[in-house]
């Protein structure tokens, strides 16, 4: 069942902001994944974060998982027209294999 | 080169045509999936496997079937094919644990 909830639906910035994107979940995790889209390809990772971690960061991405709220968070600094791709959540579930997908964010960087 | 490979990448079919779509991973993972992708609707899971010989439903198994004979092969079966099965689909793998996904690179299939 999709779980993962990311917000906005879609973001527009320029080249050189901060993008930042949001997931929700409902129930409890083992961890959080960000994955990005390139159109219609296939996903690839960015990030894990645990559910005992509560910041991570990769290159110029910064996640942070607040397990209380249960919500995350995706900052992209720097913004570069290469990050023009599709923003998916999904959760590990504490019991069993599932990762479970959220709909996504649909973010475009402008020159 | 680690990856998982699908075929074919794209598909147009009429109802009813039987169908097999291949996935196959070269890096010994056990967890494999497949997912479907539509508009709206983000990625939903079709199927998954453990291991070799343990399949198990996801959120939208009606419709298709899956094996796992051998650890790197995961093909996706669909029996009857109807028009609401047109989508875009990924296979998926990883190794045990809390480890990210690997994903193919998507199968457009078009039922008519």
């Known amino acids: 069942s999709q779980q993962g909830e990311e917000d906005p639906q879609a973001l527009s910035i320029q080249e050189g902001e901060n993008a930042t994107m949001n997931c929700s979940y409902k129930?409890?995790?083992?961890?959080l994944q960000w994955y990005r889209q390139n159109s219609g390809r296939g996903l690839v990772h960015l990030i894990l974060i645990r559910s005992n971690e509560r910041e991570k960061h990769s290159g110029r991405l910064r996640v942070t998982l607040d397990t209380s709220k249960k919500s995350s968070s995706l900052l992209i600094t720097a913004s570069r027209a290469a990050d023009t791709a599709s923003y998916f959540c999904a959760t590990g579930a504490q019991w069993g294999y599932a990762l479970n997908f959220g709909k996504g964010t649909s973010l475009l960087v402008t020159p | 080169e680690a990856q998982v490979t699908q075929n074919p990448r794209y598909l147009i079919t009429v109802t009813g045509k039987k169908l097999t779509v291949t996935c196959s991973q070269n890096m010994n993972h056990e967890y494999m999936s497949w997912y479907r992708q539509d508009p709206g609707l983000g990625l939903r899971q079709i199927y998954y496997s453990m291991n070799v010989e343990v399949t198990d439903k996801g959120d939208v198994p009606e419709g298709y079937k899956v094996s796992r004979k051998e650890k790197r092969n995961f093909p996706l079966i669909l029996e009857s094919p109807s028009p609401n099965q047109t989508s875009l689909y990924f296979c998926?793998?990883?190794?045990?644990?809390?480890?990210?996904?690997?994903f193919g690179p998507g199968t457009r299939l078009t039922v008519l």
């Open positions: 998926a793998s990883r190794p045990g644990g809390e480890n990210e996904q690997f």
């Open positions: 129930t409890s995790i083992n961890n």
